[in-house]
């Protein structure tokens, strides 16, 4: 299975950094998991989320600054179906 996992950052030299500094952390989290580069996704914009289900990652860095993050939140949301009060981020 080709697991993507979604981060949502400030900028894509922020997401560059943030998978560097984890993906070993990841994968030696649960060694089974066939994990590499391929399996992390930048969301660069809200359409990335397109014809994926039950979408997971990590929100990094400046990510609150974002001007589109309130459309990436509600898109995972909808995706997840998530309720609006509960918190993710």
């Known amino acids: 299975m080709n697991e993507k996992i979604f981060i949502v950052a400030g900028n894509y030299q ?3 950094d943030w998978v560097k500094r984890n993906i ?4 030696q989290a649960d060694p089974s998991r066939s994990i590499s580069l391929s399996n992390f996704v930048y969301v660069s914009v809200p359409d990335i989320f397109s014809g994926h289900r039950n979408v997971h990652g990590y929100f990094v860095g400046t990510f609150r600054d974002r001007p ?7 898109r995972i ?5 998530v309720p609006s009060n509960s918190v993710i981020c």
Do not use: A
């Open 68 to 74: 589109d993050i309130k459309e990436i939140v509600w």
């Open 14 to 16: 922020q997401y560059k």
């Open 24 to 27: 070993d952390r990841i994968y």
């Open 77 to 81: 949301r909808r995706i997840n179906n």
